[in-house]
């Protein structure tokens, strides 16, 4: 598995120190809000499990599960719901986690779906950004890192269900995504 790593973009020990910066900002930001969590299935349920030790004051959690890629390394456009939240958001001050925001499909997709259900408020956390790639106009309130336009796998994110338990954030040698 770790021979299938080009490269260590960010080690445990570094992710671990920006997610607690973050998780500082997230508190104090909502330190008199109603703050509910939702991961995004599956890729941010590492980042999200750290994010949460970090987070000082009250929150909930909830999950979405939401497909967009299949097997390919480029995003379909196509966005299921697989998962949907297990409790209402109405008056909740919502905020969103991912792994990595790529084109911006798939949030801009959620973000129109969550609307309509009356939360107070809903923003965006993602470990990764690679705005290079972008197409939809998302507004993402807290970002981890900003990375290179590179096949990323490790710590939640992966490639064709394999590398999610690398507990760092490389870049995936080009030859296995391209066999
Ligand atoms: P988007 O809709 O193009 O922004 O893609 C968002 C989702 O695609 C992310 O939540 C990831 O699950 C996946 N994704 C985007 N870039 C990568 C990558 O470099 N490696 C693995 N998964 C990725
Ligand atoms: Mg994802």
Do not use: H, W
Not at 62 to 77: I, K, L
Not at 130 to 149: H, M, N, Q, T
Not at 151 to 178: C, H, M, Q, T
Request: hydrophobic fraction near 40%; charged fraction near 30%.
């Amino acid at each position: 598995m770790i021979n299938d790593v080009e490269k260590v973009l960010y080690s445990e020990e570094v992710l671990i120190k920006r997610i607690k910066e973050l998780a500082q900002e997230i508190s104090n930001d909502y330190s008199n809000k109603d703050l509910l969590i939702v991961g995004v299935l599956k890729g941010s349920v590492v980042f999200t499990s750290d994010l949460i030790k970090y987070i000082t004051i009250p929150c909930a959690i909830d999950f979405m599960a939401v497909s967009s890629y299949g097997n390919s390394t480029e995003t379909s456009g196509v966005v299921r719901i697989l998962k949907d939240l297990d409790n209402d958001i109405e008056g909740k001050d919502v905020l969103i986690v991912e792994d990595i925001v790529d084109t911006g499909v798939t949030l801009s997709y959620l973000l129109e779906y969550l609307k309509a259900r009356k939360a107070n408020s809903i923003e965006i956390v993602a470990l990764l950004n690679k705005e290079a790639r972008r197409k939809s106009d998302i507004k993402v309130k807290y970002i981890g890192f900003e990375v290179p336009d590179e096949f990323i796998v490790g710590y939640g994110i992966d490639y064709a269900e394999n590398y999610r338990n690398l507990p760092f954030i490389g870049s995936l040698k080009r030859e296995i995504y391209e066999k």
